[in-house]
Every structure is written in structure tokens, then in C-alpha cells.
């Protein structure tokens, strides 16, 4: 791939995409029971139509616009839109409550809305009834609206097919310090914060990926978009880089359907969240308990020989003969399981137990992973293709200042970082302190810059015997055993660790004892669970998950919390 171009803005990078490659597919998605596909072309068209409507429409430069939708080409249609007039994209999560929906509209001051569903719309509605009305909502699908609201029809939005060329011109006056988007964070704890990312950090971002994967050649290639859009990495990474790079993006149909959208659509990069990978390591492992004694030995030869490679020790003559074979009877099974022709798979988001990672590595599943926040762009780190060292989140990006604060916080200084919280000064001047962004994340760097993320500096726990204890570590080595499907460790201000574990399915209090005992072997004296106690799952129903699947530890402590008694 050539040097990556110099784009002053989002929007101008998209149109100038597409007046190149007006004929190449750039998006598909799952339509009325067929896969449907957009070429560069008529997205620019129907992104150019939008933007001249939201305009007569009374949508102004700097209007902040809630953005409430499910993955599909309308979403970057419509950011496409809205920044190429100098509107502000909110992206929302589907998953939010009318009140999550009111902070938002309240906090950023939200007079429009665009939704992909009517039962979004209506959530949207309930949230601004709680907040301030709309004046304008956009409806994919007809939804009722209030009197004092506007509803406008998506298709009436996008029907004019004139040349986008006016919309790309006034579009690549946009500056690159100017506001891209408003993103709120998720919200592990605390009221979820609006993060105002300017054009140059998501570009820096873009700039830094290009240069990371440049071996791998994707130009052409396929992407799986699983992760929501409303989420920073995938809105940088699925929405904007890998397209600008001539990946076409097809859109999953849901976390339901992943393991026939990986069939179909044979993607050559996806990217997942941990937890997918705990499932699909888990599956596979029960499917192998059940397997005939022949298959359950290649099996662990296949991956006893890949931990080898790993950890750099030399294979015996009998080991290498083995390796053809092993390829064609278990590996290639296995990656056949992610559409069999992936080029690298990106786990992001959350961290990654290096035992998970190093099993599917070994078995020839190209697993890279990612580090960052959304204040960030979200990218910050990432291991190179082809690196095995999974223990880590890889080198900073090219573009990316790191340092290491005495305390043991990760600091970032770069184009990527954010100008700041809305309406939050007081936050803004402590998590900018100095002129570098103070991540929360505790890590070490080693000698050769891979950064290594030990835990989040407010999740240290801190035993009444002064010991410091990374809960992080633990909670990955519980839910690492086919037993335990969720964990969470406490134990602050107390003289030893408790848990709260969610059992997998088919698991009883036994098994899951007989799991903790096996990693209280692998840790220290006073690492080791002393106390723990079953729980139902954490769920996004619940609240107990935010909706990229990261675990709210100071809800669930909260929730569960008196579930952790002293042991009679």
C-alpha cells in the first residue's frame, strides 16, 4: 500500500475515496433476506443527499446530532452527512434507556436525532420527553413523533442522486482541529462523560493502522463489522480506516449470527471483544471432551506443538514430520470456524487473557490485540502481525508518545488525543494534566516498547495488609476455566480475595470450586481466592454489562456485594 494520504477531515478523506473508487464496493449489509451491496459511488450520492437535506432541514454547522442506530450503511451515510456540513455525530448505543438517551440530549444540548428503527425512534422520543423536546427527528422506519417534532423519512433524506462534488468541496474546508463527533463513554462507572474527538485524532488513528498492517495487504479484502458503531474503535477503525484503505465492510447481523456471518462471508479481518474468543475457546474445548480418543490426541499435539513455536522452543524430528498433518486435520478446522481466511484477528476493547490468545495463535488463528480509550481516538497500541507476544497490547502507533508516570499510569501525547469532555473543565484539566492524556491504565513498557497493561489504576484492590492486588489478572485466569463463564474479584480493605463467578452452562458449585482450586495453585499466597460465591450472569438486561460486553465491577459489587460474607 502507498503512504497513506494527507486528508484535512473526515469527510473530504470519504468523497475523495469515492471519486477514486466510484465503481469498488465499499459497504454490505444483510437486506430483506439477501446481501445487499454499496458501491463508493452511491454511498457519496446518498451521503452528498443528506447533507443538502439536513441543511434546508436547519441542521447548522455545530449542531451536536444523536445518531441512534444499528450497524449498516446508513450510519456512515449519515456521519458522512453531518460532518461534511459541520454538524457534530453523537453516536448512541442501541442499547440505551430513554433515561440513558435524556443525560445525553440534556448534556449535549441535542435539538435533532437520527434513528434506524421505529422502536429506536420511540426510545429516543421517551428520552427527549425527559430531557428537552426534538426538533427534528429522522426515522428510517415511520415512527410516531410529538407535535413540536419534525419527523423526516430517511429515503426522502437520500433520494437525490445529483453529483456529490458541492458537498465534497464545501466539505474539504473543514479543518482538522475542527470537532468530528461527540462520542460518550461507555460508563463502567460513573455518569458516561461526552468525548470530543476533533478530525486529526481519528485521522492520526487511520494514519498509525495503515502503517501497522501494511504487510498484510488488505487492499481489497473483506471486514466482518460485529462490534456497534456507537463504540470509538469500531466507529474509527470499521467505519472510517479500514475503508479508506479498500476494505469492503460488510455488516454482521448480530452477535447471534456470528458464526454463520463468519461463513458466508469469509472475512479476510474481524475484529472481537475477549469474551467472543473465551466462547469460542470454550466450545471447542467441550466439543474435543466429547471427541473420539484419535481426535482429542491431534488435537493436543496441534497445540502443544503451536505453544512450542510460541515460547521458542525447537521441535523434535517426530514433532515437524506431524506438522503437515496436524495443519490439514486441526487447524485448519479450527480457522475454518472464522470463515478460513482471515489475514489477522483483532481482539480489542477489554484485555485478553494471553492463555486465551496464545490458544488460538497456536492453533494458526492470527490474533492480534489492541490497547486504547476513547479519549484517545480510541487506538494507542496494537501488536504487529505475525507477533506472538499476546502478554502485551504491542507498540505505541507511529504518530504516538508514550510515557510511563511514576505512579505506574499509562500517558499518551499525540494528534489522537481528544480537546477535551463537553461541558466538563474540571475533568478535562485533570485527565490533560501536563499536556498528556492520563489513561487510568496501570502498565509497564519492556525494553524492546511493548506496552503491557497490568490493570486499571482505581481497580487496584488494596488488602488491609497494605498488599497491592491486580484484579484484572485474576478475573482473566478465572474466566479462563471452561467452567466460569463471568468473575469479578474484590477483596479492598479486607486481609484476603473474595469473587463473585457466574458458572458456563452445565457447570455446579463443584466444578466451579474444583476450577478455583486449580488457579489458586497458579497464583501467589495472597493472590489466591479465599471466598467465593455463585451469582446469575451479568447482563446488559441487568446493567450489569455496559454494551461492549465489559463487566461494571463497581455495579456488580454493588448488586452482590453482601453475597460476600465472612465464611461461616
Known amino acids: 500500500m502507498d503512504a497513506y494520504p494527507q486528508w484535512p477531515n473526515l469527510a473530504a478523506m470519504l468523497f475523495d475515496r469515492a471519486r477514486q473508487w466510484n465503481e469498488r464496493p465499499m459497504l454490505r449489509a444483510y437486506r430483506s433476506g439477501a446481501w445487499q451491496g454499496w458501491t463508493w459511488g452511491r454511498f457519496a450520492r446518498q451521503a452528498a443527499a443528506a447533507a443538502r437535506a439536513l441543511g434546508a432541514a436547519g441542521v447548522k454547522p455545530g449542531d451536536r446530532v444523536l445518531i441512534a442506530a444499528e450497524n449498516g450503511p446508513e450510519y456512515p451515510i449519515a456521519e458522512a452527512a453531518l460532518m461534511a456540513i459541520g454538524a457534530v455525530p453523537v453516536p448512541a448505543y442501541t442499547t440505551n434507556t430513554p433515561a440513558d438517551h435524556a443525560h445525553i440530549l440534556r448534556n449535549a444540548g441535542i435539538r435533532a436525532a437520527i434513528a434506524s428503527s421505529r422502536l429506536l425512534a420511540e426510545r429516543v422520543i421517551a428520552g427527549a420527553a425527559l430531557a428537552a423536546p426534538l426538533d427534528l427527528c429522522i426515522a428510517v ?17 437520500i433520494a437525490d442522486e445529483k453529483d456529490p462534488s458541492d458537498i465534497a468541496a464545501s466539505a474539504a474546508r473543514i479543518t482538522p482541529d475542527s470537532l468530528a463527533c461527540l462520542i460518550y463513554t461507555s460508563g463502567t462507572g460513573g455518569t458516561p462523560k461526552g468525548v470530543m474527538l476533533p478530525h486529526r485524532a481519528i485521522l492520526s488513528n487511520c494514519r498509525g493502522c495503515a502503517a501497522l498492517v501494511r504487510s498484510l495487504d488488505l487492499m481489497g479484502g473483506v471486514y466482518l463489522s460485529v462490534l456497534p458503531l456507537s463504540h470509538s474503535y469500531e466507529h474509527t477503525v470499521g467505519q472510517f480506516f479500514l475503508s479508506s484503505i479498500g476494505v ?17 462471508v469469509r472475512p479476510t479481518l474481524i475484529t472481537v471483544v475477549p469474551r467472543v474468543l473465551e466462547v469460542f475457546r470454550a466450545r471447542i474445548l467441550a466439543q474435543m471432551a466429547r471427541a473420539p480418543r484419535l481426535q482429542r490426541a491431534l488435537f493436543s499435539r496441534a497445540l502443544a506443538n503451536g505453544l512450542a513455536r510460541i515460547h521458542q522452543r525447537p521441535l523434535s524430528p517426530l514433532e515437524k514430520l506431524a506438522e503437515p498433518i496436524l495443519d490439514r486435520l486441526v487447524r485448519k478446522k479450527v480457522q475454518a470456524r472464522f470463515g478460513g481466511n482471515l489475514r489477522a484477528l483483532v481482539s480489542g476493547g477489554a484485555r485478553l487473557d494471553p492463555e486465551v490468545g496464545r490458544f ?35 507498540p505505541p502507533l507511529e504518530g504516538v508518545s508514550l510515557r510511563i508516570a511514576d505512579d505506574g ?34 502498565g509497564v513498557v519492556d525494553p524492546d516498547g511493548y506496552l503491557r497493561i497490568t490493570d486499571r489504576k482505581k481497580d487496584i484492590i488494596v488488602l488491609s495488609g497494605g498488599d497491592n492486588i491486580s484484579p484484572a489478572r485474576i478475573e482473566g485466569m478465572l474466566m479462563s476455566e471452561t467452567e466460569i463463564l463471568q468473575a469479578v474479584v474484590s477483596g479492598d480493605g479486607r486481609p484476603y480475595l473474595s469473587a463473585l463467578l457466574v458458572p458456563a452452562e ?21 493472590e489466591r481466592v479465599r471466598h467465593h460465591k455463585l451469582v446469575p ?32
Open 141 to 157: 422506519e415511520p415512527a410516531p413523533a410529538p407535535r413540536q417534532t419534525r419527523l423526516l423519512d430517511w429515503s426522502l433524506l
Open 248 to 264: 469492503e465492510v460488510v455488516y454482521g447481523r448480530g452477535i447471534e449470527h456470528l458464526a454463520a456471518d463468519l461463513l458466508t
Open 360 to 394: 488460538f495463535i497456536a492453533l494458526g488463528v492470527p490474533v492480534m490485540q489492541g490497547y486504547g480509550q476513547t479519549e484517545a481516538g480510541p487506538v494507542v497500541s496494537a501488536t504487529p502481525p505475525g507477533s506472538t507476544r499476546i502478554e502485551t497490547v504491542g
Open 409 to 442: 499510569e499509562v500517558l499518551v501525547q499525540g494528534d489522537l488525543v481528544m480537546l477535551g469532555y463537553w461541558n466538563e473543565p474540571r475533568y478535562t484539566e485533570t485527565t490533560l494534566a501536563g499536556g498528556w492524556l492520563h489513561t487510568g491504565d496501570i
Open 506 to 526: 452445565g457447570a455446579d458449585a463443584a466444578a466451579v470450586g474444583e476450577a478455583v482450586r486449580r488457579v489458586n495453585s497458579r497464583l501467589a499466597v495472597i
Open 537 to 568: 450472569a451479568f447482563t446488559l438486561e441487568n446493567g450489569l454489562l455496559t454494551p461492549t460486553q465489559k463487566i461494571r465491577r463497581q455495579m456488580v459489587l454493588s448488586a452482590h456485594g453482601g453475597a460476600l460474607r465472612e465464611p461461616g
